[in-house]
């Protein structure tokens, strides 16, 4: 598993994201305690999706011809 320059700045951003959503948002203080915990889940299932499944491009066949 290789991991870019890109991919682990997307990464990064999105643990930041989610750490600061969890600290900042005050429905629970639990959830505040752990935020570490949830932004490190998020980021870390983001990267798993990313390397398991990057990017799907469909192309469709130009239907006027035929």
Known sequence: MKFQK???IKYAIMFVVVYFASKLIPT???L??????????????F????VC????V??????TLG
């Not at 505040?32 to 299932?45: G, R």
């Not at 990267?47 to 990313?50: E, R, S």
């Not at 499944?53 to 799907?56: H, K, L």
């Not at 469909?58 to 239907?63: A, L, P, S, Y």
Request: net charge negative; with cysteine; charged share 25%.
């Open 28 to 30: 629970c203080g639990v």
């Open 47 to 50: 990267a798993l999706l990313d």
């Open 6 to 8: 890109d991919n682990l």
């Open 53 to 56: 499944y990057p990017q799907v």
């Open 58 to 63: 469909v192309k469709k066949e130009d239907e």
């Open 32 to 45: 505040q305690e752990h935020a570490i915990y949830v932004a490190l889940i998020a980021s870390s299932t």
